[in-house]
């Protein structure tokens, strides 16, 4: 294995094969170029990502979208995110409150 190879047991690895099992769109950052997409492929090497542009106004009547895959190598990805959870403040200060390390008696 070069020293270039994703574990497959890595964070980056689990991460994009949630995704690409729960049909998440991903944002990724490269050295060169961001895409966001859906994973449609992975294996140790490499993530294949399928986004929709929209297409030009001028080609259609009807508002299309392009289908494009990129295939990106996954050690050159430098960052990943995904959609979290939204909390409210109050929400959170609620969590917060109930929590064991409250000092409150």
């Not at 490499?46 to 996954?74: H, K, N």
């Amino acid at each position: 294995m070069g020293k270039n190879d994703i574990k497959e047991s890595s964070l980056l690895h689990q991460r994009l094969k949630t995704a690409l099992h729960d049909g998440i769109k991903v944002w990724f950052e490269t050295r060169d170029k961001s895409y966001f997409g859906v994973p449609i492929g992975l294996d140790r090497d490499f993530v294949e990502v399928l986004i929709l542009v929209p297409g030009s106004e001028e080609d259609s009547t009807e508002y299309i979208f392009q289908r494009v895959t990129w295939v990106v190598r996954l050690s050159s990805i430098s960052a990943i995110a995904y959609p979290s959870e939204y909390w409210s403040t109050d929400r959170l200060d609620s969590l917060l409150n109930k929590s064991p390390l409250s000092t409150d008696g």
